[in-house]
């Protein structure tokens, strides 16, 4: 079990900016391939932003590309996600999620642990 927790989000006016922290405990952080995902009212989860183990590979999801830079610090066992030119339809639930079975975390069956979310409301 990798215990996984968000912080960071909140209220922001539409092109702002706001860095989301995922915090993990103990010493298997570095092994573990994490990403970003966000659940909006009334939608699925979706994906947002993954970095490998080592940070090599990184993706991100089209709507934020550009947007959005994902970085870990594994000597601090933190994740993070930089959102900058927030837009309304930002506005989500965001999670930490974590894998040690896929190299890319971009399907919710390929997370293992999950974070239990911080909100992140973007205004117009």
């Known amino acids: 079990q990798v215990p996984l927790v968000e912080s960071g989000g909140g209220l922001v006016q539409a092109g702002g900016s706001l860095r989301l922290s995922c915090g993990a405990s103990g010493r298997t952080f570095r092994h573990y391939n994490m990403g970003w995902f966000r659940q909006a009212p009334g939608k699925e989860r979706e994906f947002v932003a993954t970095i490998s183990w080592n940070g090599g590979s990184i993706f991100y999801a089209d709507s934020v590309k550009g947007r959005f830079t994902i970085s870990r610090d594994n000597a601090l066992s933190t994740l993070y996600l930089q959102m900058n030119s927030l837009k309304p339809e930002d506005t989500a639930i965001y999670y930490c999620?974590?894998?040690?079975?896929?190299?890319?975390?971009?399907?919710?069956?390929?997370?293992?642990?999950w974070g239990q979310g911080t909100q992140v409301t973007v205004s117009s």
């Open positions: 999620a974590a894998s040690v079975r896929t190299p890319v975390v971009r399907t919710l069956s390929g997370v293992d642990y």
